[in-house]
């Protein structure tokens, strides 16, 4: 737990949920939902793991530029993208995270100790550590 708690969002779901819509109390996100056609759905809209793939990768290359920022490292134009899977797991569904860390002219192991600490310091992947599968890939 935070000692402060210097931010809350806060987002609202109606109608059906993985085929509704969400809101977040100051407008920015305002989008329609459908289950993805590989689940049965439409597709017609964006749904729940689209939207913590953009928060994870947002997250993660923050605090990937953090961590390389401690040791006077510019990262350039570094990118994360965060692919989040969702399937049967035993009677519910579990998700499964790898995120794809890409920093040209870096060599490949010093990406690799940059993207281990911020695993341990990012935010999100504090909350999902023991609860999800989390995969590092450093191209």
């Not at 969002?9 to 329609?32: F, K, P």
């Not at 793939?53 to 490292?73: D, E, K």
């Not at 690799?112 to 995969?135: K, L, M, W």
Request: some cysteine.
């Amino acid at each position: 737990m935070p000692d402060t708690v210097l931010y809350t969002a806060e987002a609202v779901s109606t109608g059906d949920g993985r085929n509704g819509h969400v809101t977040s109390s100051d407008q920015r996100i305002d989008l329609d939902l459908a289950v993805p056609a590989e689940m049965g759905g439409t597709g017609a809209g964006s749904n729940p793991e689209q939207l913590f793939a953009a928060g994870y990768a947002a997250c993660f290359h923050s605090a990937l530029r953090v961590v390389a920022g401690r040791q006077h490292t510019a990262l350039g134009a570094s990118t994360v993208t965060a692919q989040v899977g969702i399937g049967p797991e035993g009677d519910a569904y579990g998700l499964v995270v790898t995120l794809v860390i890409h920093v040209p002219g870096l060599e490949r192991e010093k990406v690799r100790e940059f993207a281990d600490e911020a695993h341990q310091v990012c935010p999100y992947s504090r909350a999902t550590r023991g609860n999800i599968s989390v995969e590092l890939r450093v191209l």
